[in-house]
């Protein structure tokens, strides 16, 4: 009996504890038809805060993340969805600690 009443503690206290260290990241298309094919591994998708890339690209959609404690998993967790999405690179992220993150997704056009 002890024991059933200290698992049910312990599940109760393990999912509270760990419900938010889960990093979701979504897309939104630019155009709802259009489905792009991934091309860039999520480790080498650029970003870019304050500025734009020199090369040629067309915004394919927006993407975001809801707040969490450590800044590099939202950015792992946006580049992710970024190629998943067929992106290139991330432009004008914008981090708040008390919202999250949000950023533009890109893909170059590759008659560059």
């Given at each position: 009996?002890?024991?059933?009443?200290?698992?049910?503690?312990?599940?109760?206290?393990?999912?509270?504890?760990?419900?938010?260290?889960?990093?979701?990241?979504?897309?939104?298309?630019?155009?709802?038809?259009?489905?792009?094919?991934?091309?860039?591994?999520?480790?080498?998708?650029?970003?870019?805060?304050?500025?734009?890339?020199?090369?040629?690209?067309?915004?394919?959609?927006?993407?975001?993340v809801h707040r969490n404690s450590n800044v590099n998993l939202q950015i792992d967790a946006l580049r992710a969805k970024a190629s998943e999405a067929g992106g290139d690179a991330i432009i004008a992220l914008e981090i708040d600690a008390t919202v999250g993150a949000t950023a533009t997704v890109i893909r170059y056009l590759r008659n560059n």
């Open positions: 009996m002890m024991s059933h009443i200290f698992s049910k503690i312990f599940c109760a206290v393990f999912l509270i504890f760990f419900s938010g260290c889960v990093t979701v990241a979504h897309f939104a298309p630019s155009m709802q038809n259009q489905v792009y094919a991934m091309r860039t591994p999520a480790e080498k998708i650029e970003l870019f805060r304050t500025q734009v890339p020199e090369k040629k690209y067309v915004e394919i959609g927006a993407v975001n």
